[in-house]
C-alpha cells in the first residue's frame, strides 16, 4: 500500500522542520537542506513507503541524515579528484587558472573508450555513486572503478606530457 498524498502532507507538515533543523546541522546550504528534504519525501511517495506512527519521525529525521552524509562524502570525493587531477596541471597552466580547466575539460572530452568518458563524468561531475552508476551503464561496479582509475591516469599521463 503507497503512501497517500494526503498522508504525505500530514508527514511533511508534522515533521519539516526536524527534519531541516538535521539536515541544516550537516549542511550549512539552505537550498541544499530544503533539497534534501524534499528528497526524502519523494523518495517515500515514490516508493510506497508505509511508515508506522510510532516510528515515522525517526526514519525521516535518519533518512535525511543519511543523505546528508552522502551528499558529504561525495563532495569530499570530488575535492580530492579535482586536487589529485590538478596536481600536477598547476605547474603546466599555472597562468591562468581558466586555461587550465578548459584543458581538463578538453582531455575529459577526449577520453577514450565513450564509457570512460560517461563514468567520469558521472562519478566527479555529477556525484552519483558507483553502484548507480554500475547500474547506469550496464557493468559492475569494478569495471565502473577500473574506467575511472584509467581515466584519471590517462589525464595525469597527458598533462605530464604537455609539460615536457
Known amino acids: 500500500m503507497r503512501q497517500g498524498k494526503t498522508e504525505i502532507e500530514r508527514l511533511f507538515k508534522s515533521y519539516y522542520e526536524p527534519m531541516y533543523r538535521v539536515a541544516r546541522s550537516l549542511l550549512y546550504d539552505a537550498d541544499e ?44 570525493i570530488r575535492e580530492r579528484t579535482a586536487k589529485l587531477l ?21 582531455l575529459i572530452e577526449h577520453l577514450e573508450p565513450p564509457i570512460r568518458r560517461q563514468i567520469l563524468r558521472l562519478r566527479h561531475l555529477q556525484g552519483i555513486p558507483l553502484q548507480r552508476i554500475a547500474e547506469e551503464t550496464g557493468v559492475s561496479r569494478v569495471t565502473v572503478c577500473h574506467h575511472l582509475s584509467a581515466a584519471i591516469d590517462t589525464i595525469r599521463e597527458q598533462l605530464k606530457q604537455a609539460r615536457q
Do not use: Q, W
Request: charged residues 30%; aromatic residues 4%.
Open 33 to 76: 537542506c530544503r533539497d534534501v528534504v524534499s528528497e526524502v519525501f519523494a523518495h517515500v511517495l515514490d516508493d510506497g513507503i508505509v511508515l508506522l506512527p510510532e516510528s515515522e519521525e525517526g526514519y525521516l529525521v535518519r533518512a535525511v541524515r543519511n543523505r546528508c552524509l552522502n551528499i558529504i562524502a561525495h563532495k569530499d
Open 86 to 106: 590538478l596536481a600536477d596541471a598547476e605547474t603546466i597552466l599555472s597562468d591562468n587558472d581558466s586555461d587550465l580547466l578548459d584543458r581538463l575539460m578538453l
